[in-house]
Nanobody, 124 residues
Framework: VQLQASGGGLVQAGGSLRLSCAAS????????LAWFRQGPGKEREFVAA????????YYTDSVKGRFTIFKDNAKNTLYLQMNSLKAEDTAVYYC??????????????????WGQGTLVTVSS
């Protein structure tokens, strides 16, 4: 699976952005998909995930109620709708695909495939 992330940019605090992650390969729907991010001087952290089975979604606490992860299997595309953006959301955002067990869904090491990252900058 090859992943291509896009949609990043500069936005003011309180604004919105939608990130996209286009995937190649016919097995897109069989993977759990996630977004991670890495802010300046920080380690990569989990943002959100959607499981391949059942479509259950998971979020890190800091984005709950503001971000929504969803996918379109027909278009082989993963999305991250980000609303009410804050300066602390500034980061490079990466999409990832894998088959993690539930207890590992927030671990970056559980994902096999990664997009190249797209930069989101939120000005305060």
């Amino acid at each position: 699976v090859q992943l291509q992330a896009s949609g990043g940019g500069l936005v003011q605090a309180g604004g919105s952005l939608r990130l996209s992650c286009a995937a190649s390969g016919r097995t897109f729907s069989s993977y759990s998909l996630a977004w991670f991010r890495q802010g300046p001087g920080k380690e990569r952290e989990f943002v959100a995930a959607v499981r391949s089975s059942g479509g259950y979604t998971y979020y890190t606490d800091s984005v709950k109620g503001r971000f929504t992860i969803f996918k379109d299997n027909a278009k082989n595309t993963l999305y991250l709708q980000m609303n009410s953006l804050k300066a602390e959301d500034t980061a490079v955002y990466y999409c990832a695909a894998g088959r993690p067990i539930l207890s590992e869904i927030q671990r970056s090491t559980a994902y096999f495939y990664w997009g190249q990252g797209t930069l989101v900058t939120v000005s305060s």
